[in-house]
């Protein structure tokens, strides 16, 4: 079913990772009839679409929730069978010093919140949603989130709250980062509410593998491509595991900069490009802490994503802090996997910074990791007060996990900050038949931005082939 590698293998195209970028670019093209080789080096496919089974609990790492923009992408680019397990969340809840809130996520819902809990007018939430529906990527608008939200609801850092703190969650965006940002992706979140894939991530990955494998694609597991060969500034293929795969074309699904520094060369690049891809910033990471409720033992539906925090004030800074209190909670109750049998799991996120993991030694980052599940374990005490009677599994996983699993520069969940969406669009003018897609620029990132970016560059492919 899959395939094994072979010295001289021919291709039209090769997609290098099998994030979701790489995997709807790769159905795409190999649906208009190119030959695709799909290469992941993880013997999962997925890339942070990923999920872990341990003592018979089934933990997703990324399926936290994504727009209902997915169901059009799903259905126009993968399946209606694929599109329709999307579902929506309905109770997504804030609990912090600044209020205790329970909303649906949609623009309805938020109105009517910010008009009677925090009394906001409506005309000025009216010209709040206008300006986000407005922001257009090629206005070049350099106004920060923070200018946006001073401008609208000045001095309400309450409201900032509620506004900015799923974001910042959702692609690691902060009040400093380019107001766009936050625009596309609110305005995304605010259509209709947050959604998810009923079956969780192994059952959607193992449906998209099928599609693939249906359309055409080779697929190479445990395959890591080393280098991108070239002539003459021309892709000419790929070395994975040692072997030579010859294409004209590769689209890269790994991280932006380590296609450019790694897997090309710095030096195939052109100076003033080169200028941009020093001053591109890596975007954040993450901390997860994974927790297993024992078969047989229930959790009341208390909301499907809880954003907690101790923090009397909104920071978006302090959600990435190592010793931060703001985490949000998944909960996945026996209606995320109806197939198997009822369990219920908890899986508590926090944004956080690679540098605070990286340096320290072993027994401290073992100690750090068990700090943070009893961190985890103890702010979840204040709405499950027996959950430690409940359990029998944690685990944690930090910036460095995610490093070990995708080698995205420091660990990064995100991708890039915005100027990383130029360099990547990019690459093409530098080096003839290389394309990327994959998280970048903050608004290519997430379930729907990275799928919908493969989306974009596989038909930059087709038109230039
Ligand atoms: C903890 C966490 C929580 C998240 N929560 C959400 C959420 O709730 N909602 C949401 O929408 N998004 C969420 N995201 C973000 C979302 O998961 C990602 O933006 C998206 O999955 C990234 O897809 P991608 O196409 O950029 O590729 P990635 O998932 O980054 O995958 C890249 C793939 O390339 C492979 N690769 C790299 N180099 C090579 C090589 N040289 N050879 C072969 N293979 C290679 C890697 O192994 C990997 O499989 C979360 C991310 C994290 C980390």
């Known amino acids: 079913m899959f395939k094994n590698l072979e010295e ?24 208009l009839g190119y030959k695709t080789a799909l290469f992941e080096q993880h013997y999962m496919l997925g890339g942070l679409a990923a999920h872990f089974s341990r003592k018979g609990h ?10 209902i923009g997915m169901v059009k992408s799903c259905r126009k680019y993968w399946s209606s ?26 623009r309805e819902d938020f109105t009517k919140i910010l008009i009677e809990r925090f009394h906001i007018s409506p005309e000025a939430i009216e010209n709040f949603f206008q300006k986000l529906n407005q922001m257009n990527f090629y206005d070049k608008d350099r106004r920060r989130t923070r200018d946006i939200f001073e401008e609208f609801f000045p001095g309400r850092n309450d409201v900032h709250r509620l506004l900015m703190e799923p974001i910042s969650y959702a692609n690691g965006s902060t009040m400093d980062d380019e107001a766009i940002t936050y625009g596309i992706v609110f305005s995304n979140f605010m259509n209709k509410g947050v959604y998810t894939f009923e079956g969780g991530t192994d059952l ?10 249906k359309n055409g694609v080779d697929i190479f597991k445990r395959s890591k491509v080393e280098k991108i060969l070239l002539k003459d500034r021309q892709v000419v293929g790929v070395k994975v595991n040692g ?34 891809v020093r001053k591109t ?19 009341e539906d208390m909301g499907d994503l809880i954003f907690t925090s101790e923090n009397e004030r909104f920071d978006s800074t302090e959600l990435r802090d190592f010793h931060t209190t703001s985490r949000t909670f998944s909960m996945y109750y026996p209606k995320t996997r109806p197939q198997e049998k009822p369990m219920y799991a908890i899986v508590a996120s926090m944004n956080a910074n690679w540098d605070d993991w990286n340096r320290l030694d072993e027994e401290s980052y073992q100690r750090e990791k068990k700090r943070i599940i009893e961190d985890s374990l103890q702010s979840l005490k204040q709405f499950i007060p027996h959950i430690r009677e409940k359990i029998d599994y944690t685990e944690a996983a930090t910036p460095k996990t995610l490093f070990r699993y995708t080698e995205h520069p420091c660990g990064t969940s995100f991708g890039t900050k915005f100027e990383g969406l130029e360099i ?35 038909h930059k492919i087709a038109s230039n082939l």
């Not at 959607?204 to 494998?213: F, G, H, S």
């Not at 060369?265 to 941009?276: A, D, I, R």
């Open 8 to 31: 001289g293998m021919v291709y039209d195209i090769a997609v290098i990772g099998s994030g979701l970028a790489g995997l709807t670019a790769a159905n795409y093209l190999a649906k």
């Open 58 to 67: 089934i933990f997703d790492v990324s399926l936290h929730g994504f727009p």
């Open 81 to 106: 069978e694929i599109a329709d397990s999307i579902v929506q969340l309905k109770r997504i809840c804030f609990l912090n010093p600044q209020f205790n809130i329970e909303t649906t996520f949609t």
């Open 204 to 213: 959607l990955i193992k449906k998209m593998t099928d599609e693939l494998l």
């Open 243 to 276: 072997t030579h795969i010859q294409c004209h074309t590769v689209l890269s699904n790994a991280h932006v900069l380590n296609t450019i520094k790694n897997l090309i060369g710095e030096e195939y690049f052109l100076s003033e490009f080169l200028e941009k």
């Open 281 to 299: 910033r890596i975007n954040n990471s993450s901390c997860q802490v994974y927790i297993g409720i024992r078969e047989g033992e229930s959790i």
């Open 424 to 458: 990547s669009m990019e690459l093409s003018e530098q080096i003839k038949g290389l394309y990327h897609a994959g998280s970048v620029g903050i608004i290519m990132s997430g379930w729907l931005g990275a799928m919908n970016y493969g989306i974009i560059t596989a």
